[in-house]
């Protein structure tokens, strides 16, 4: 049987860096209520106005999108700079390597996707949607975010409303029919056991 939450925006979380260094807005963690020490899963929104490194997550993987904003590159483990903007594909990387983040010119918001890699995978894809799309999640633990604009999206009879930075959660979807019918820039995000 398929779960599905709604997520509103206007309820989404806010609260400081694990580092001290900004705020971020989490859309959804799992367990719910869970802290930042002991997550499976998170989704979330980060604004970014400074250079600086990246929090250290034990035993996590992250993947990091641009929502809005010019850009940044991160240094990951000493290795080359990746610049990521808003139109790059979602960079994933370990969460527990020393990161470096510069930015572009100005101000970002990222989307922050991260599981305990003792148990989960995740992966994020940008999708723009311009009529009617009909997609088969490959998780039981799926994501649409809605990031701009206007979206419908319908599921075993079932149908949700979103509009910007609204999200729906849909727990055991593996392989249903799920519709997404609007215009709008949104990301799907699957999370799988291992």
């Known amino acids: 049987m398929t779960r599905a939450t709604v997520l509103r925006s206007s309820t989404y979380r806010g609260m400081p860096w694990k ?18 020490s002991d997550f499976d899963w998170r989704v979330s929104m980060a604004t970014v106005e400074m250079d600086g490194p990246f929090s250290i997550f034990a035993g996590i993987d992250r993947t990091l999108a641009i929502l809005e904003g ?10 080359a700079p990746v610049l ?13 390597v020393a990161v470096a983040a510069r930015l572009a010119e100005g101000p970002i918001t990222d989307l922050n996707v991260m599981t305990r890699r003792n148990g989960l995978r ?10 009617t799309v009909t997609v088969h999640p490959a998780a039981p633990t799926w994501f649409l975010l809605c990031h701009q604009g206007t979206l419908t999206v319908e599921w075993s009879g079932e149908h949700a409303d979103l509009g910007q930075k609204d ?28």
């Not at 940044?72 to 000493?78: A, G, P």
């Not at 990521?84 to 527990?96: G, V």
């Open 84 to 96: 990521l903007k808003q139109d790059s594909a979602p960079l994933a990387f370990p969460a527990d």
């Open 70 to 79: 010019n850009g940044m590159s991160l240094t990951i483990d000493d290795n």
């Open 122 to 131: 995740h992966w994020v894809e940008r999708v723009d949607v311009d009529s």
């Open 19 to 36: 580092n001290g260094g900004g705020q971020t807005v989490e859309i959804a963690v799992s367990p719910e209520g869970a802290a930042l």
């Open 167 to 194: 999200a729906l959660l849909l727990q055991g979807a593996k392989d249903k029919d799920v519709v997404v019918s609007g215009k709008a820039c949104c990301f799907l995000i699957s999370i799988d056991p291992i």
